[in-house]
């Protein structure tokens, strides 16, 4: 009976964790495209990684450069780049493309 009890507390321990992440995607995705971010604006997940793909659908290079997320990197035209962040802390945080900054975002960490 023991030997149950500890089996299933056991399983518990370790699908705890999985299932709090259940249904969050593994990734979150940003285009630049035709003069603007698709999304312009983004919800996270307070307290947790975050895979950020940012993809540049246009003909020229871009920077996604946020100084509140102390991010800046580049990314070629017609390609993509991988951002990794957090955990973030509940708040705003505001990026754009730094060669066009009329090319701007937020994400709101909840």
Known sequence: MRRRF??????????????A?????????LVLKDGTF??????LPANAKIKLIVKNE???PAEFESSDLDREQVVAAHDFITVYLG????????????????????????
């Open 87 to 110: 955990p973030l802390d509940p708040g705003v945080y505001n990026y754009f493309n730094d060669f066009n900054r009329k090319m701007t975002g937020k994400i709101t960490v909840k």
């Open 58 to 60: 246009t003909a020229v």
């Open 6 to 19: 500890f089996l299933f507390a056991l399983a518990l321990l370790i699908a705890a964790p999985a299932a």
């Open 38 to 43: 698709s999304p312009p604006a983004l919800t």
């Open 21 to 29: 992440h259940a249904g969050a995607p593994d990734h979150y995705t």
